[in-house]
DNA sequence: TTCGTATCTACAACCGTTGTAGATAAACAA
DNA sequence: TTGTTTATCTACAACGGTTGTAGATACGAA
């Protein structure tokens, strides 16, 4: 993602306008690592502009969104999450306990169809979600079903969040 | 998934009774490889079983997903997608045009954490997922996003569905 | 400063999914 | 077969994330 700087000269540049709340969320996603929901932003946004409504949230990371600046994504927590980072080819990482995302820094060359299996799909992008528990989930609590399952495929996490 | 019999007995089993509309979602289920909605299992249910309910429906995908005869999964397509096959290790290849899922049986066997990148987490599994166009969506007409990305990190299909 | 228009907030609607309550039927024993 | 217990059924409303609408507001070019 552009500095805020960079994404209020691209808003103007792209017809948009350019308010206070539109600059508080560029400043909020700013180095933001954490994949934050809508809501998360609208919290985080609402501490510098106190009367931000979660409706503006919304409009303006779709803006992003379609702007290329964030990336959207869905890994089965119940809600969009948004990624501020779209400069580095990554995947994710995902707390099946608390719902916790982060980057993962690795690449897959071996990432491909093999021939023959592709079903007739013109296939563009692959994306890949680990699913497991982070540290601080690990130490919280033994989690009844943390017993590693040695990267088979896996389900949604355990229903929700 | 076993088969619509042996659903039966595992329902009985594990305390559960089995129902007319629940041996009608096994039969639904029975071979299907389109990954369908609760929706979807709702409308061919009702062909077979006129009054069934919707949440009849969820309740049952649930009870499957809980025994492990079914996986739910969210690719990001707006609503759960439900698997019966969760015999093969596979991952998932889903048409960002029209929300079409299929099955990719392809094992990958080099899809682990380098070692030191996974900030802590205790991972379990991988899951997976190619985007692209399927064949009848290429046919159809030509996608004004269909250039080829080369198996970046991807977005969400275009905003739902 | 003025004006046109995009954006704002507030509010309600939308959609997938789940909780609740009373009616119904499966399962098992007699 | 009949009766009894109890899970499941349907109908309906609620829930939570997200989006549409309308009138008020403020950006930005002149």
Redesign the interface.
């Known amino acids: 993602m552009k500095t805020p700087d960079e994404l209020t000269q691209l808003f103007r540049a792209t017809g948009r306008k350019v308010t206070a709340q539109r600059q508080c969320i560029f400043r909020v996603l700013q180095g933001d690592v954490t994949h934050p929901s809508a809501e998360a932003v609208f919290e985080a946004a609402r501490r510098d502009v106190e009367t931000i409504s979660l409706k503006t949230v919304y409009q303006t990371l ?1 803006d992003l ?1 379609e702007l290329g600046e964030i ?6 927590t119940g809600m ?1 999450r948004f990624d501020p980072n779209v400069d580095d ?3 994710h ?1 995902v ?2 306990q608390c719902g916790k995302v ?1 980057d ?3 690449d ?1 060359p ?5 021939d023959g ?19 601080e989930c ?1 130490a919280a609590g033994t989690d009844p079903v ?11 996490g355990p ?1 929700g969040q």
């Open positions: 779709n969104a990336t959207s994504l869905d890994v089965g969009t080819t990554h995947h990482v707390c099946r982060r993962v820094y690795a897959f071996d990432i491909r169809l093999p299996s592709d079903l007739g799909f013109q296939v563009g992008s692959a994306e890949i979600v680990f699913r497991g528990l982070c540290a690990v943390a017993r590693d399952q040695t990267l088979a495929v896996s389900t949604n229903s």
